[in-house]
Each structure stands twice: as C-alpha cells, then as structure tokens.
C-alpha cells in the first residue's frame, strides 16, 4: 500500500474492504512521504518492519528485488491526487498490479499517459469507484441491459453532502486540506472528489457516454479554492438527457448518492443511503422493491453479495467487490484462464480517463459562456 | 364555476376543494363552451336549472343582474389556459372576485394585462397553485424566513411525472389532449404544466426570486407539440442558485413534487408523496422530522390544517387551504376588517405573471444557444 | 348532528367528510346538551337558528314533525359513548337513518339492544370505523377475498399512540377527559377508543373473526382510571392467530394503526402514516408497491379515491368515503334500487356488536388468570 | 473454527466478521464432523492441511500441544445446536477462550453447566448475538441508560421471516433442515432461531429483565417439526411490559428485526432494514434521526462504527463490532490491563444462560394453560 497513513481515511477503507473476502494479505507498505509516519503506521498494522518503507520508490524497488514468491503482488495507491500518476506509473513499470483510488490522476493528460502506460505494460489496473460495487447497482445495470426499460431517455444523479458547508480548510480535518487545495486535488474539489463518482456510476448504469454538458460551478464557501458545488445539465449517446448535481454544501445531508434512470417503459431508483433496494417503476403496473441477496436477482447482483436476503450489506460491502471481483481476475490470469464476466466487473483505466475529462470539462463549461461544451477523452 | 363539466379533472378538485370547509357553496356555473354540457353538467351537479348557463358571458352578465345578496360572490375558472384571460378579465370588471386556475393565463402578455385589470377594479384574484397550501409547505416557508437555516445557497425542485410517456394525444385522455396543444396550452407543455408550479413553490418557499436560467428543453416522445421534459439552472436573488427539473416522461413517476433547500446552517427537504412530513437537516445535530398538526409548529402551518398530528392531510386538503384562505381573506373585507397574515396567505396576480415569466423564459432558453437568460417580468 | 358542539374533535371531523363530496348538508343540529352551547354552535356553523334545538330529543321530535321534504334525512351521532345508544335508538324509531361515532355503545347489552331496533325499524346505521374507509384498505381486503395470499395463518395490527403517555386528565384536553372516564366512555379505555378500530380493521381486512383472545391489559399513567394501554394474542376462525397492541402511552407517536397480514403465499402490509400505499410481499419475487389511484388496483379500491395517483388522499377522504358510501346506499333505496356492492360497503351495526363484544371480552380477559377467553356476540 | 464447512451459512459470516478489523487469523479448523469435509473446506480456505483436523476433540489436543506462540488462541464454534456445549467445555478445559454462536446450547440444564465451566476456568465466552452489535443498537442502550426516556414502560420487539412459510425441510436448503430438527435444533424451532434474538435484544437495550411470560407458540406449516411461529407477552423489571413476536412463516418477510421502547418522556425505534438509523420520538418536539457515524452519538455508538455518516454499516460490520471488541478484551488482559467498557461490550455466558431460559420458559408457556409463566434461570 502506497499512502494511507496514520488519520487518512480512504487508506482504513480500503484496508478494510480488500480484508473482508480474505483474498489480500496486507504486507508491505509506504505509508507516507514521511518516512517516520510511514514506519509508525506500519508498525501499528502489525507489518514486518522491514517491509515498512520510507518512500514508494524505495518499496517498489525493494519489492521488486525479492523472490517472486515473497513479494507483493498488487499495490494500492491510497494518496491525494497528486500522487497518484508517478507511483501508478512505477508500480506498473515494476510489473506489479495496481489498485488505484479514484480519481485516476491530478490531471487529464496524466491519465491518457498512465493509459499508455497500461497498455505498453500489460498490467492490470484497478480504480475504486466504490458505488458501482453495490449488488443493486449491479441489478440495476443488468435491468438496464436487458432492455426491459426500453431506450433510456432521462438520467438523474445527485451526490449531496454538507460536510464542507463551513471553511473546513485549517482545521484539524485533513481530509477537508487536500481536497479544497489544487496543489493536491487538482482542477477541481467537489466535482473531482464526488462529481467524478456520480458521473461513473451514471454511465455504468445506463451503458451511455455524457457527450456534451453546461455545468453551472460554484465556490459557494468563502475563502476555499475550488468548487464545492455544481450543477450540469447532460446530453447522453442514445438521444438521452440528464443531470447531475454534486455538492459539499448542502448543510446537514450525509453521502446520500443518488441515481434515476428512466427509459420508455420504465424506470429504476438506486440511492445509497438504502443501498439493498432497488425500486423499478412501471406505468402500468406496481413498482417493485429489489432486495439484495434475492434469488430473483441478476447474476451480478448475486455474485456481489455474502449473505442472504435481509442482512444489509453497506459501503465496505460494495468497496470490498471491487478488491475481490480484481482479484477473481488476477487469480485467473495466474491461472491460466479467461477470467469469468463476474470478475472482470471492476473499474478500470477506461473509466479512469473518461472521469477525468468530465473533470476537466465540467470545470471547463463551468467557466464558459457557451452554452454546450463536447467531452472527449 | 366555468369550466368544469363532465370528464374534467380539475374542476372537480376545485369542488372538492371548496366544499371541504364549508366556505363556498357551488349555486351557478357554465360549466363548457358546449351549452347542452353545461346544463346536463349543471343537473348533475344539482344546481338550479335557471343558474346553469350556456357561456361564461351569459353567467356573469345575469349574475350581475340579481340582487347583491343572491348572486354568487366568487367565480371559479377551471378552463384550459386558452380561456384564463377574457372571462377573468370579464368577471373582475363584473364585480367579481376570481379564483382561477394555473397557470395564470394563455401568454406573459395577457398575465400583464390582466394584472392591470385587478389593480383597476380592486377585485381579489386567487391563483391555484396548489402545492404552496400543504402545512409543512407553509412550515418551510416560515423556517426559512425565521432565519434558522441561514442564507439560502442552494435549492434544488424537481416535479416528476410520468403519465406522459407515450403518445397519449388522440386517446380519450382529455388532460393529455388539451395539455399538449399549443392552441389551448400555450406555448409550453410540461413546462407550463407542472414546471410552473416547481418554480412557484421554490419561490415561496425561499421568498427568493429566480434572476437568470439556463433550460435544457425536450420534447421526447415523437409526434408530441409541447414539450414534456426540461431541466433548468438557476440564478436566485441573493447570490442563491439552483435546479428545477419538470417530466412528465419518467416513466413509473407520479407526481411526486418535491423541494430541497440548503442554508448555511442547515436544509428542509419537503416532497408530496410524504406530504405530511418536513425534514429539517443540520449538521451537527440529528435531522428533525416535523409533522402536520404538530403544536409545536409555526402558526402558518398550524393554521392551514384541521386535525391533529397522525391524520394525514393530503391534496385536496391543501387545496382547500388556498380556497378558505381566499375566503377569510374575503370575509374580512365584507366585514370591514383588515385579513389575517394567515388568510392573506393565498397565491395571487404577482405570482401568476412570475409564472408566466418563467414559462416564457423557460422556453426562449430552452431554444437558446446563450448559456443564461434572464427572467424578468 | 347530535353532538360535535364547539371545542369537540370528531364533531368537526364527521362535518368535514359528510361536505367534502357534495352529498351531505348540514341543516339541523343539537351540538350540546348545553342548549346555550348548542345554540352558539349552531350559530358559528351558519344554521338557521330554528333549526338549532336545545336537545336531541327536541330535535327529532321537531324534525319528524316537519314536511318530508324538509327534513332531516340523516341523523349523525358524534357523542361521548355514553350517549350513543339512546339518541340511535330515538332517531331509528323515529324514522331516521343514522350516522354513528364508533364504538356503537356504552356497552355490549346496549349494542345488542340497538341491533334489535335497527332490525325492527328496517332504517339503516352508519358507523364510522374510519380506518376501512382507505382505499388502499380496500385494496387489502380485495386482495385477501382473491385468494391471492392463499389462507391466512397470521395477521399483526397495532395503533400506538402517545398523547395520553402522561394525566391529561384535569387539563383543558376535552378529549382526554371523557375518553378517560369510566362514566362516558365505559368499562375501557384505550380498547375502546382506539383498540376497537384496530379490531374492526383486522376483520374488515381477513374476512375472518376473532373467536379467542388473551389480552395483557394495563393502566400505565398513574391515576388514569381507565386502561390506557394493551396487547392482546388473538385466535380466529381459519386456524390463523395474531396479536393486537393499542396503547396511548407510546410516548412520541401520533396515531400510526398498522395491518400485516400473511398467508400462505405472501403477505400484504398497510399503515395509516403511510396511507397511499399498500405493499405486498411475496416469497419468490420483488415486493409490489400498489399506490393509491393506480388504474390497477381493484374496483374497491378505485371506487374509494377521488384523484390520480399521487395526489395523497388521507384521513378526512377515508371518513368522507363512509359517508359517501352510506349516501349512495340511501340514494339507491330512495330511487327504489338495490344499492352496488361499493355502496354498501361502509360499517354497519354488526360490526357495531363485534366492535363492543370485543371491548367487553379484552377487559375481562385482562382481568382473568386463565388464558383464553371466548370472544362471542 | 469448528464447524462451518463448505455450505454452511453462519460459519462463513463468522469467517467474514472475523477478518474484517484484521484482529483474526483463521489457521486452524475441524470444520465437519465428516473429516473429508473438513479437509477439503480447509484446502479451499487455504489453511495449512497440518491444521486442518478431522475433528474438534483432535483439534484442541494438538492444537494445545503446539507452543504457546504458535497455537490458536480463540476457538470459533458454529456448529448446529446440539454441537455446542461439548466443544465449548472441552476448548474452555484446554485453555481456549471461545466464540460460540447462539443459542448458547441445546437446553438450559447444558448452559447452566456451561456457566459453571466458564467460572472455572477463568476462560472468556462470547456469543454471537449480531444484533446487538450495530451501533445505533448501541446508541440506543445509552439512550436508554441516560435516562432521557425516562423509566422504560413498554417494549415491542419482533423479528418476522418468511423463509420457512413453506416446507423447506427434505429440500437441499441444509439451514432449513437442521434448524427444524429437534434432535439437532432443541426444544423450539423459531423461538430458538430468532425468538433468542429478539429477547436478547430486548435485555441488552432496556437493561430489563424479562419476568414473566405468556406465550401463543404455532407449528404453521404441516408437517413441521418444531415451533415456526409465536407471539409473547411479556412482564419486565421496573413494571415494564411488552410484546415479542417471532416468526419464520410471515410469507414474503426477510429479516426485519425491530425494536421500539417507549418510556414516560419518549420513545425510540430501530429495525434492521434501516439499521443505520435510530428514531427518537418525543411528545413535544420533532422526531430526531440519528445515524450511524454521527459526531453527536455516544461514545458506544462511535467505538462501533468504522466510517463517517453516510456511508452504511451492515450486518457484517455489526457481527465483526462482536469480534473486535471480544478481541479487544483479550488484548487488553494479554497486556495486564482492565479491557475498556466499550471492549467488554459483547454478549457473554449470563446473555447466554438468559437466552436458554428464554427457550424453555417460552415453550413451557405455548403449552400452559396458565396465562403467566415465571421466567428464572
């Protein structure tokens, strides 16, 4: 693991999430650019402390140098944005797998370069679009899919929080320092940190690609740097339309991500804050409530869940398929074998690269006076 | 009563609606343009035959004839918004005080117009935009005017429907017939519709005014005249700004209206399919949950409702709110006294030429390529 | 109306649904057995004062002697328990059919005297068990008739309440004053008041009946001189079984009855907080959300709902629903008609009778050390 | 571990919980009493096959006799019923601390003499009863504790399923057919499942003990061998009382365990479906929701949550909060120091005992023709 300190948050998560399945097996770690904080957190993770590395290039060095047998085989990248390009970058170079958190690098260009560099290494890469882990966006992609909602003609996402309603920055929050600093989280706050997350999960989904948006961007908190709050307006391939709403400021509200598809003979609702029901909606007929871990469900609702209808399943549930399902298909790969559709379900460089040209261009057509602004990677 | 007859929806509600509290009692009507509807209309309804008229002309004309104490106080006109205008116009310059359907009339310029004619003759005009008169509606209003949730920065109404989503023009759907003719509608459909009410309620609620917008305007089933989709950005007074989404093609959708506000202390979020319940979010503390015939809630929302906490109000009720604030408001002025803040509560001129503002503007940049427009009346 | 003077609840309630569909005017009134009272009351409600009378009894003397055509035709009922049998028992044998407050009588002995004079009398009775009056009620008990949840084996309903969690008694709540009181309300409390509704509901709904009970009965609040709360195992024909709890000391909820009832293919789940809604379960595919209005739902149910799906209809339509349908039924017999089969379904004497041998059976079972007690009319 | 082999249910989730804080390895298993079994579910775990035995006598001998540093340190048994008590004392015997899944054993009589080994030994016990370990669970035992809802009057709990509403047993649903079997399950079927559940949860949160009980116990579905449905009145410490309803036949249910309590200043309510979640209902004031990783929350609540509000806890992360804090104690003692309160919050040998003195009493009660059975351990 690269980053993920001592008081980071996502590093806990993801550490969390690739334990559950037991599929990974913590053991090497640069757990800060400081070197004594790198040591510290890897002595309370109860690591090997020769194992417990000062910088990411001395561990990808020195991992690389071990037995094939003794080294790590995946590395996930848990750090701001800024740090994401170089070691993603190494790692790959240095024949390792990697997990990446999203979004996939501080910059556009960045990314179509890591996307080269995938592509020349031929190692898999792995971005933690936590949401689209969730067994009922499965579903709700599978319904999508199966044409029982007809062309899809309007999507809905929305990704309100409020934990950045007052000047965070300078506090003791160091989640709220880097990502309201561009020298770290990069062209953009709100949009980046969660805009970038509603967008994928929208075109998950749906299976449809944003091709023009007008994004109405705002620094609604005094004093902050970037944005904190933005509406875009959405033209979709398949002649459908949309919005997406991202915001930190919505004071009082939590996580409560949001997704509304509906096609010419009905329409789905997935939110997270009641992440195992999926409501499909009919004109003519009562909605139905899905549940995760039903047997009527989609294959790939049911591969991403443990326990039987009833048993919620949350967020570290959802970020865990992720681990588990790249995993699935390493453990294939090392096999010898195709990896199965299941297991091949994970964000990847793909969808890296799309995220940050939404990024770019929401913040883009946020300044422009023109109406419709064109995504392309 | 004009309008109304046989096989009309809102006619009938506005029945409902005024006979609830016991306020008006229903004695004269023209209730179509076709004289033999009116009348069989008429004897259904167990009116006396010789106030049963064959036009709005006729009926104000002999009603102004009688004597004061037996001819009817208030017109109701429940048309289609082709025939707003000229028998409003009629009626308040008959002496009549009005309550007219939304929206207000068939074009901006006739709204000025008749905005004109209430400052001439002194009448009273009550608008039905029925929404504003649920209790917990009236709470938000008063949470948000005490101050508590700080500057407003951020409103979010959406008004989903999805009864349009086929071509339900030439059917004997009558709603959908008059609804999705230029000729009788105007020059919008869903948005004349429904987005009209979206934007009155987000106007009431906030007591902020919508400066510029930037619509995203469709017409998604083919063969269809009007619009029925549209999603609009929005610039509020007060350095506030938002989204306003109206369908009518989300397929499964009923009718659920809802409206979200964000201060700087804190939101409400307020929808109709719970209509009864307000939640009011903060920060740092456990959201609240406020309920109908509460007694601690503020005196608009407790004077709007007739049971106590646990009885659910529901639609009719909040209509009924708008047509007996309307009459205490009446009922003072024959009395010679000043009305109630509370009975003065009822929308009216200015909010129907906003509304037909919006609708205007709405359209001119939905076909815009400029990225804002601006709203004025 | 008998009763429903100035300050009383359910007088106002019982007021509003009989106006809300036209079908019912208000023409004569003995509101108080307090001739001053009735005679403000009246005033206040806009009677000719002549037909404000000093008691029941004057009133139904002074009515009957009045031309056929300008009498009253229906008597409401809205008294204390205490006065409920013997002006039902004088408006019968005076020719009058009758509207009453549930529970029919103070108690069984009277109830079963009633039934009799109805019986001879050949008039019709009323009573206004509300919660039956929900279309979605109605959906349940369609649903249940069609065989649909194969036999039913359980069933749960419950009414909790909170506003008598502390002695209201002695305070100005005029409610809690009679409804307390063993002198107007009879041998229960919470049972009666509250209690018999869920009972009525369970019935309505199964089509089954409660033939043994065992009831935990309690006087939670110091100085209450009535049960104020109350859980109840229940045996009914079918071999099913279930539980009743009606309590009035839930501190902090308002009025939330709630029917579950499950058979051997899937259950159905209704609430009156949630009262557009019925859900239906079922073991092998996604639960049903069927919703008020809905062009699927059964005749019952459509017959009972007065707008389109998602216009919430709540307590004061359900309470107009027996009075429409109690009209309609009187309509029917005047035109010399048998009335529809939507018409007669409004509670009558027989569940009257149940509702009070209900009442008398939870009391002594409360009372009793053995463990079922035989529920017989 | 012992027990938990390939297709068992509960063996899995323990592994899950387990591994989720990183506080567990598993190394050693006799996971069936078929020693095929247990090695090839052992080799799919990807356990050392030196550790993996053929059965649990085999286990704890060797795996006592390995050194202190290289033996296992916590047993995990999760085996059917009837399989508890005789590994449990022989792990406790040999030095092993224990996790035991619930019920704590086959009869009362069996955890009486657990109680005493337990006592004896100096070994810690902990008993996986999941429910209480959600932490708006815990949120609510402080509430509770805190006096806010002032002295507890009543108590609702129920836990409906509706996987057994058909006959499951025969089938190759292996859950169904040993929790349906006397010889393996005990003496209650559902009351053992889940009615143990209910009442666990009904002490852990009130802090009352159940008295006296009255019970209507059902064998709904022909053919069954065991109790699968029941209702119970109950009477607590400190002049409580309440209701716990428990069944596995409500056709179309998942597992929606809900409490309520209701004191004489408010009320709370917590069920499973919504488990990060906890209504707070007053009579005066708005209804509070508080949720799981809120900064308002109690010190319990807070000590078992893992991520910030908005990002749902299930019921994984609730079965590992049972784990950890066991783990948590064990640490604590290995390291000479008293565990800290919120450690040595899990259920032990005393929830245990309470919980088969539950079974017995409730099943003696379903037969009783006595309305109120004393319930002592």
Redesign the interface.
């Known amino acids: 693991m690269i980053g993920g300190g001592q008081g980071a ?1 996502i590093g ?2 993801h ?2 999430a690739a ?4 599929q990974y097996e ?1 053991v090497a770690g640069a757990f800060s650019s400081n070197a004594e904080t790198s040591r510290a957190s890897g002595q309370l ?2 690591l090997a402390p020769g194992r417990v590395y000062g910088s990411y290039q001395e561990m990808l060095a020195q991992e690389q140098a071990r037995p094939e047998a003794e080294r790590v085989q995946v590395i996930s990248i848990v750090t701001p944005n800024h740090v994401h390009f170089a070691p993603a970058r190494l790692a790959l170079e240095s024949g390792f797998d990697v997990v990446l958190d999203k979004p996939l690098t501080f910059s556009l260009a960045e990314a179509r370069e890591l996307a080269a560099v995938v592509a020349a290494t031929g190692r898999r890469l792995c971005l933690t679009h936590t949401y689209t882990g969730y067994p009922m966006v499965k579903e709700a992609r599978a319904l999508v899919a199966s044409g029982q ?2 062309r899809i ?2 999507v ?1 996402v ?1 990704y ?4 950045l ?2 000047l965070e920055e300078g506090s003791e929050n160091k989640q709220a320092a880097w990502r309201t600093d561009p020298a770290r989280s990069g062209v953009a706050g709100a949009m980046g940190d969660i805009g970038t997350h509603a967008f994928n999960l929208l075109e998950y989904v749906t299976g449809l690609q944003v091709e023009q948006l ?1 994004a ?1 961007i ?1 620094t ?1 908190v005094p004093g902050r740097l970037l944005d904190d ?1 933005g ?1 875009v ?1 959405l ?1 979709l391939s398949g002649a459908a ?3 997406l ?1 991202a ?1 930190q ?8 991500l949001r997704l ?1 598809v ?6 789905l609702d997935w939110q ?5 029901t999926l ?13 995760t ?4 469900l989609s294959t790939a609702a049911r591969h991403n869940a ?12 959802a970020f865990a398929n992720i681990y588990r399902n790249f995993a699935l298909t390493l453990q294939a790969e090392l096999a010898g074998q195709p990896p199965a559709p299941e297991a091949l379900d994970f964000p990847g460089i793909e969808e890296g690269v799309r995220g940050m040209a939404f990024i770019e261009t929401v913040i883009a057509s946020g300044r ?4 419709w602004t064109e995504l392309s990677v």
């Open positions: 948050f806990a998560v550490r969390l334990a559950l399945d037991g913590l993770l109860g909602l007809g003609r309007k809905y929305e309100p929080q409020g934990w309603s007052r007008c109405d705002h609604v709050d509406a307006l033209r339309s949309g919005v709403v915001t400021v919505a004071a009082g509200e939590e996580n409560n509304r509906y096609g010419e003979l009905g329409g997270q804050a009641d992440a195992n409501l499909v909606k009919w004109p003519d007929r009562p909605a139905e409530i899905r549940r871990g039903a047997a009527y443990r326990t039987p209808a009833g048993h919620p399943e949350g967020y570290l549930e422009s006076a023109a109406k």
